[in-house]
C-alpha cells in the first residue's frame, strides 16, 4: 500500500531532551513538509523539502532541525531550544508540478500524526 | 509575509443548511489553493484550484478561486452530522511554501 507513516503515534519527553519525529512515504513524491498543529489553530509550516538534500525554513523554524539524505524519509528533530514543544506534529509530501502527476493533482497528503508532550 | 486568512472561525448548523466558508490570501507567486477537511486526525484533501473561475465540485461540496480578488469559496449543500469538522484552507506558492489558514470549524447539529 502506497501512503505516509509517522511513527511513534505518542510521544512523551522530559523538558531538555532532544527528540525525532520518523516521517516515511512510498508515494515517490519529490516535495515533503512538517507542520505542527496548536489547539484550535491551523497548520503552521516548520520546514520543507523540494528535492534530496535541501530543504527550507518554514515560517516556526526555530528550535527544529530536518535532514532529507533519502527520498522516502525526512525526520524531524525537536530540540531542547524549542521553547513550547508539546503540539500535535504533521508530516505531508506531494508530488510537484511537471513531475508526473496528473494535470492538477499535486496536493499534499498528510500522514496520520504525531502528538509529542514534553513535560 | 504569506497570509491566509479563514472566515468565519466557528459556525454552527442544522442538518440541511447551505454553509459558505471564505479564505482570503496574500502571498507572492501564488501557485494553488488547497481545501482539506480535518476530524479529529490528519486533514483529508478536498480540491485544488489554481485557475479563476472553474468551479470544483464533488457532491455537496464546491468551491471556486478568484485569482484577482484574491479569496476562495467552499460551499456545502444539504449538510450533514457527518460534516461536521475544521476545514482548513491553504495557499502553497512556486517556491514550494505552504501557508494554511487557522481553519473554520463547522458543526452540524440534527
Known amino acids: 500500500d502506497g501512503g505516509i507513516t509517522q511513527s511513534p503515534k505518542y510521544l512523551f519527553r522530559k523538558e531538555g531532551q532532544n527528540v525525532t519525529l520518523s516521517c516515511e512515504q512510498n508515494l515517490n513524491h519529490d516535495a515533503m513538509y512538517w507542520y505542527r498543529q496548536d489547539p484550535g489553530q491551523g497548520l503552521r509550516l516548520i520546514y520543507y523539502s523540494q528535492i534530496v538534500n535541501d530543504f527550507q525554513k518554514g515560517d516556526i523554524a526555530e528550535g527544529y532541525s530536518v535532514s532529507r539524505e533519502k527520498k522516502e524519509s525526512f525526520p524531524l528533530t525537536v530540540t531542547s531550544a524549542q521553547k513550547n514543544p508539546t503540539a500535535f506534529y504533521l508530516c505531508a509530501s506531494s508530488t510537484l508540478p511537471g513531475q508526473g502527476a496528473p494535470a492538477g493533482r499535486y496536493e499534499q497528503y498528510f500522514g496520520p500524526g504525531t502528538r509529542l508532550t514534553v513535560t | ?110
Open chain 2, 1 to 110: 509575509e504569506d497570509k491566509v486568512v479563514q472566515s468565519p472561525l466557528s459556525l454552527v448548523v442544522h442538518e440541511g443548511d447551505t454553509v459558505t466558508l471564505n479564505c482570503s490570501y496574500e502571498v507572492t507567486n501564488f501557485r494553488s489553493l488547497l481545501w482539506y477537511k480535518q476530524e479529529k486526525k490528519a486533514p483529508t484533501f478536498l480540491f485544488m484550484l489554481t485557475s479563476s473561475g472553474i468551479e470544483k465540485k464533488s457532491g455537496r461540496l464546491s468551491s471556486i478561486l478568484d485569482k484577482k480578488e484574491l479569496f476562495s469559496i467552499l460551499n456545502i449543500t444539504a449538510t450533514q452530522t457527518g460534516d461536521s469538522a475544521i476545514y482548513l484552507c491553504a495557499v502553497v506558492t512556486n517556491a514550494g511554501k505552504s501557508t494554511f489558514g487557522d481553519g473554520t470549524t463547522l458543526t452540524v447539529k440534527p
